[in-house]
């Protein structure tokens, strides 16, 4: 089955608030946790990685934490404008490549 | 730099026609290679990945099929398409298995 579990499925936040999405992985052994951002009609791009050996990685508004124990990482995004507007995937490798099922994140004016 | 061309953009095909998408990668050697499928509004689901020329797992047991017959080309084929074959279909690069993901501009294929 499955090993990569990601919510929301849709996430609508008002400009300027924060938005988190979450990804619930399965192997212990995954070491390498990426974010991607698909715009509608373009292809998916990395926004942000992290490796195992750290908890936190941040790059201006956007942030993505590790939490081993538990087998979940999260996406931030502070200050939210309307250009977040997009599809969010993370993915998970272990014996196989799964990208999570995707967040829509809508903006909201 | 390194740059990723998929071909075509758009494609629109009979049902029972056979299929080509086609690949390249420039600016690097050796890359590892991925086919993904993207069906409208859902996840993207993993087809094929190579690691190497000839070098072709299968992720998902299908009508389609996979070919790599040189380093930086990567073809994606069938010979007899499904209605369930229309989607988005993204290549994808990767220096190592556990490194972030390049992709393709994609081609967009409707079978009808």
């Known amino acids: 089955g499955e090993n990569v579990e990601q919510h929301p499925s849709t996430l609508s936040v008002q400009e300027g608030d924060s938005a988190v999405i979450k990804c619930t992985y399965s192997?212990?052994?995954?070491?390498?946790f990426p974010w991607y951002k698909q715009e509608l009609g373009k292809r998916p791009q990395l926004i942000i990685d992290?490796?195992?050996?750290?908890g936190e990685k941040k790059d201006q508004r956007i942030a993505v934490t590790l939490n081993k124990t538990a087998k979940h990482f999260s996406l931030h995004i502070t200050e939210t404008q309307p250009e977040d507007s997009a599809v969010y995937f993370c993915l998970n490798r272990d014996d196989k490549i799964i990208f999570g099922k995707g967040t829509r994140l809508h903006i909201l004016p | 730099s390194q740059t990723i061309h998929q071909w075509p953009a758009t494609l629109v095909q009979p049902v029972g026609s056979p299929l080509s998408l086609e690949c390249t990668v420039e600016g690097t050697s050796n890359p590892n290679l991925y086919w993904y499928r993207q069906a409208a509004g859902r996840g993207l689901q993993l087809l094929f990945y190579?690691?190497?020329?000839?070098?072709i797992s299968s992720e998902v047991p299908q009508n389609l099929s996979a070919s790599r017959p040189q380093d930086r080309q990567f073809i994606l084929s069938s010979k007899k398409l499904l209605l369930s074959d229309s989607g988005f279909y993204l290549c994808?690069?990767?220096?190592?298995?556990?490194?972030?993901?390049?992709f393709g501009p994609g081609t967009r294929l409707t079978v009808l």
């Open positions: 192997d212990s052994a995954s070491n390498y």
């Open positions: 190579s690691v190497g020329i000839g070098q």
């Open positions: 992290i490796r195992s050996n750290v």
């Open positions: 994808a690069w990767s220096v190592n298995s556990g490194d972030e993901q390049f």
